[in-house]
């Protein structure tokens, strides 16, 4: 999806839900047009195909940011959450879940990641 139409999309009233997904990976020097962010954004858009559109995702050294938008907010979070665990480069996530625009109710999700450190001892 262009970015003019994306933009389109994004600000339509059916896409008035959206889900901030702040992904903390493995991966070190991470740019938006690094191959890893431009193929884990490709498995979020393909999961997210038919509940909301993805945007253009940023990325700062070993995090990926990128908004997720649609007519609701709960199928997307359904849809794109397992992709987000069973990435075996991801550590942790956030999922922002925003039911409408600016100033509606919003609720903040962790989401553990493949590669999770685990916790030595016992």
């Known amino acids: 999806m262009g ?15 959206l889900v901030f997904l ?7 020097g991470l740019t938006k047009d690094t191959p890893f962010v431009r193929t884990f954004a490709g498995r979020l858009r393909d999961a997210a195909q038919g509940v909301g ?3 253009l995702p940023q990325a700062t050294e070993c995090q990926i940011a990128v908004h997720v938008y649609g007519s609701d907010a709960d199928a997307i979070f359904h849809a794109v959450a397992p992709i987000i665990q069973a990435a075996p480069s991801v550590e942790r996530a956030w999922a922002l879940v925003r039911y409408g625009d600016i100033g509606a109710r919003e609720v903040q999700i962790t989401l553990e990641g493949a590669a999770r450190p685990q916790a030595v001892g016992g």
């Open 22 to 28: 702040t992904i903390h990976t493995t991966e070190t």
């Open 3 to 17: 970015l003019n139409r994306w933009l389109q999309h994004r600000n339509s009233p059916d896409t008035h839900q």
């Open 53 to 55: 559109a993805v945007g």
